[in-house]
């Protein structure tokens, strides 16, 4: 009985400690959507009403639209790119026997160690000659660098958990190489190839550091849009803004969950 009773406690404390996290998680970004419908001009409470001026701001300034699809067409570039290039990497090292297999790990993940900041001059200084700097070609190349550590390390995850055998099974009946690679190898390694591509657009469409080396007046992302609207005017488009981009999150989240589920998704 104390057993039991103990065990209760326990539950109902751990309980209360998930929950006070998640609501210390959720908090901030639920904050957000009360402020973009604030009426006054102040990006704080208390609210003075409730209005969509703010974002009608969003769609009155050209530069917000300019820097959002900007930052979309940079991250589906990216996306692609490291999708192909990872895919490649990933099998070469799970399945082939490549030489220096561990020095190559290594060099896939040291964009995730190395501070943003120097990978930046870095890309600054390689760009620069060859005419790359200021231009979504330049900023397309450097989130394929800082995007690829992402997708190597979800795709060998994935290679890895699918048995060679069955692979070799279709071939044994007749497959070709081809055959058995779209009609058995892709729709297992279809969730991770969906949690690569998910991770690499978040990362891509959220970089900030790398970008301010790279943009310029007519090529300027999202993040780094929104950061030189603010350091000369505070007001609740902003909070417009990062309400939008909750609400695509949350629909791609939704997406997700209908067509194959969080379990299967994040099954690497």
Known sequence: MRTERGTGCGDAVLAVYVGAVALFLVLPVAIVLPVSLNAGGALAFPFEG????????????????????????????????????????????????????GLLQVLFVTPLVFPSIAYG?????????????????????????????????????TWAGVDRAIEEAAELLGASRLQAFRHVVLPLIRPGLLAAATFSLIISFDEFTVSLFLVGRDVVTLPLQIYYY???????????????????????????????????????
């Open 50 to 101: 409730l209005s969509l001026r703010w974002y009608r701001n969003i769609f009155a300034r050209p530069e917000f639209v300019r820097s959002f699809l900007t930052s979309v067409a940079v991250a589906l570039t990216a996306t692609a790119a490291s999708l192909t290039l990872g895919a490649a990497a990933a099998y070469g090292l799970v399945r082939g026997r490549v030489p220096g297999r």
């Open 121 to 157: 001059v870095a890309l600054l200084i390689l760009l620069t000659p060859l005419g790359l700097t200021r231009t979504t070609l330049g900023l397309v190349l450097a989130h394929t660098v800082v995007t690829l550590p992402y997708v190597v390390r979800t795709l060998a995850a």
């Open 230 to 268: 603010i350091e000369y005017v505070i007001d609740p488009t902003v909070a417009a803004i990062s309400t939008i981009l909750v609400g695509l999150t949350v629909a791609v989240v939704m997406t997700i969950e209908k067509s194959m589920g969080f379990e299967r998704f994040f099954r690497l």
